[in-house]
């Protein structure tokens, strides 16, 4: 049987969760645009515990300034998977932003074992330190820009 591309990507697309992939991609990019909070709260209903959902949640109600339903929803989503690194160094800095230091510690403690390597443990390092030692925090967004320079919260961070 002879498989053209066109063939391949319609087998692909098939499957529901491909689709739910791009479905999730495409919001996040539209989220805080098209009331993206609102699709993200239905879609929850449809995949109930779904951890990509929650951090997309938590993600735009963080953008708007629902701090603490965003803390909440990583929280959950921590429960879920708590070896979840996305999104993560946001959810530090909101939790540095309440000065929670408790939850903070042991988030960057949980952080450091799970992957010391990633730029999102080198924010929440800095959030942790930022409020004690300015220079060593520094330190810590500069070394999330030296893993990947795309990581936009460890230019947030410099500033």
């Keep these: 049987q002879n498989f053209s591309f066109s063939n391949l990507l ?22 805080p645009f098209l009331g993206g909070l609102d699709i993200y709260l239905e879609l929850m209903q449809r995949f109930p515990n779904n951890v990509h959902i929650l951090l ?11 701090n603490e339903e965003a803390i909440m929803n990583f929280e959950k989503a921590r429960l879920i998977d708590p070896n979840i690194m ?13 000065s929670d230091y408790t939850k903070l510690n042991k988030l960057v403690h949980d952080m450091l074992h799970i992957d010391p390597a990633r730029p999102e443990t080198c924010i ?3 959030a942790f330190w930022e409020r004690k030692d300015e220079r060593k925090a520094l330190t810590y967004a ?4 030296r893993v990947d320079d795309r990581h936009i919260t460890g230019y947030i961070m410099k500033v």
């Design 86 to 98: 996305t999104y993560m160094d946001e959810y530090a800095i909101l939790l540095k932003l309440k």
């Design 10 to 31: 319609g087998i692909i697309c098939s499957f529901q969760n491909f689709r739910f992939f791009i479905i999730i991609n495409k919001l996040t990019v539209f989220s």
């Design 142 to 145: 500069e070394k999330s820009l």
């Design 124 to 126: 929440a390092l800095a």
């Design 56 to 66: 997309e949640i938590a993600k735009v109600e963080t953008i708007i300034g629902k």
